[in-house]
């Protein structure tokens, strides 16, 4: 049975509930990730509890002036989002994830590491920095889940898939993707419509 981190919808509302994208990343991510503040459920509750909402650092990609885009397989583990255009590469928070520190800020970047190794494959260096949050209670999916959205800074386009969940990789350019926006899944569109140019 697999655990996911959540915190309450207490809490966000404690903090300021919003819908869309949400810019001011420290006041939320330090009070959500401060000792007590979370904790794990077990996933199959969390997906249909929507008094708990599930921390997942959604991750983009940038190199040149252009974004990753990418289509999502069959074998996706989120099934509402399958064959949907997606500028994210999203996952849950495990206890695999738990450092010595326990349910910290360490464990929350362990998380994004150890996605992103699962997922792709990427040539070069990057370096990464946490842009806002992304918060969309108008569908089933979103209103269980909140987005944290970390930019990677790529030296190379050398990024491959590592699964097979994750098709047709290729990079565009903010223009390019606002013309493909009704093809991207809710998220991403947020994404784009926020990113400047």
Same mark, same amino acid.
């Given at each position: 049975?697999?655990?996911?981190?959540?915190?309450?919808?207490?809490?966000?509302?404690?903090?300021?509930?919003?819908? /869309?994208?949400?810019?001011?990343? %420290?006041?939320?991510?330090?009070?959500?990730?401060?000792p /007590?503040?979370?904790?794990?459920?077990? =996933?199959?509750?969390?997906?249909?509890?929507p008094?708990?909402?599930?921390? +997942?650092?959604?991750? +983009?990609?940038? !190199?040149?002036?252009?974004y990753?885009?990418?289509?999502?397989? /069959?074998?996706? @583990?989120?099934?509402? $989002?399958?064959?949907?255009?997606?500028? /994210?590469i999203?996952?849950?928070?495990?206890?695999?994830?738990?450092?010595?520190? @326990?349910?910290?800020?360490?464990?929350?970047?362990?998380?994004?590491?150890?996605?992103?190794?699962?997922?792709?494959?990427?040539?070069?260096?990057?370096?990464?920095e946490?842009? @806002?949050?992304?918060?969309?209670?108008?569908?089933?999916?979103?209103?269980?889940? $909140? @987005?944290?959205?970390? =930019?990677?800074?790529?030296? *190379?386009?050398?990024?491959? *898939?590592n699964? %097979?969940?994750?098709?047709?990789?290729?990079?565009?350019?903010?223009?390019?993707? =606002?013309?493909?926006?009704?093809? $991207?899944?809710?998220?991403?569109?947020? +994404?784009?419509? !926020?990113?400047?140019?």
């Amino acid at each position: 049975m697999e655990h996911v981190l959540v915190i309450t919808r207490a809490l966000l509302d404690q903090l300021g509930s919003f819908q /869309g994208f949400q810019p001011e990343v %420290d006041r939320y991510l330090t009070a959500m990730l401060a000792p /007590g503040a979370n904790f794990f459920m077990e =996933r199959p509750a969390a997906e249909l509890d929507p008094t708990h909402k599930q921390l +997942i650092p959604y991750s +983009i990609f940038h !190199h040149d002036g252009r974004y990753l885009c990418y289509t999502r397989g /069959g074998k996706s @583990g989120e099934k509402r $989002l399958v064959s949907k255009r997606s500028v /994210g590469i999203g996952g849950h928070i495990n206890p695999v994830d738990q450092s010595h520190d @326990g349910l910290g800020e360490s464990m929350y970047f362990n998380s994004i590491e150890r996605e992103i190794t699962e997922e792709l494959v990427i040539g070069g260096t990057h370096t990464q920095e946490v842009i @806002g949050l992304i918060n969309d209670d108008s569908s089933e999916v979103g209103s269980v889940h $909140l @987005g944290v959205v970390h =930019r990677f800074e790529l030296s *190379s386009n050398e990024v491959k *898939s590592n699964e %097979d969940a994750i098709q047709d990789l290729q990079f565009f350019t903010l223009g390019e993707l =606002r013309a493909m926006r009704d093809q $991207l899944e809710t998220w991403s569109q947020i +994404i784009v419509d !926020h990113l400047k140019a």
